[in-house]
Every structure is written in structure tokens, then in C-alpha cells.
């Protein structure tokens, strides 16, 4: 789900160098990039659920202003995950309404 040939842009030579666990599978990353754009490349759409009826969300703005693509990261709830970048072996969950901290799968 990667673009690799972009016309303007050129090619894209980054690899994965880096791996997340989102919501107990290994998904690969580049590090430094998103955690969204991570997630998008690994065909993983939902982000969460509201908490008043429990709907799917995912990437909406992509600029860190609505919340729309709040994950837990690290059992730490609400973060926004289309400006955090990725390190090597994050725990990432989908978040269901608010979130808890500390929250474990």
C-alpha cells in the first residue's frame, strides 16, 4: 500500500527497518514515519470506535487537529497517531470510546 514511484517525488528506496505491535500483530514500518502511515501501508483502516455507539474511525485530517486516529500507544490512551512517529517494537492498540491508561490487551 506503499507508493514506490511517485512522478514528481521520485522512487522510494526507504525499507522497513522497524516493526509495531498493533493490537497483538507484528505490522512492519519505516522508523520515523507515522504511526498512521504505518498502519495505513499494512491495510489496517479502523483507528478506533466512538463511544456513544461503538462506530469505526480512522484517518481523517492526517495534520494531529481532529482525533479521529487516537490509538493507545504504549498503554498511554489518546494518541494521536498521525504525528507520532514510529519507534521499533511499540505496542499500539485500537481504541474503543476514551480509553484507560495503562490498559492491557
Known amino acids: 500500500m506503499r ?9 522510494d528506496s526507504r525499507k522497513c527497518n522497524a516493526s509495531i505491535i498493533v493490537d497483538g500483530k507484528k505490522v512492519p514500518a519505516i522508523e520515523g514515519e507515522p504511526i498512521a ?3 495505513l501501508a499494512a491495510g489496517i483502516r479502523k483507528i478506533r470506535e466512538t463511544s456513544k455507539y461503538h462506530k469505526p474511525r480512522g ?3 492526517a495534520i494531529g487537529r481532529c482525533t479521529d486516529c487516537v490509538m493507545i500507544v ?3 490512551p489518546n494518541v494521536r497517531t498521525c504525528v507520532t ?3 521499533d517494537g511499540m505496542v499500539v492498540r485500537t481504541q474503543k470510546g476514551l480509553g ?6
Not at 507508493?3 to 522512487?11: F, G, N
Not at 484507560?100 to 490487551?105: D, H, T
Open 3 to 11: 507508493i514506490k514511484h511517485h512522478p514528481i517525488l521520485d522512487d
Open 37 to 39: 502511515a504505518a498502519l
Open 59 to 61: 484517518i481523517f485530517c
Open 74 to 76: 504504549d498503554g498511554v
Open 85 to 87: 512517529p514510529v519507534r
Open 100 to 105: 484507560e491508561w495503562g490498559e492491557k490487551p
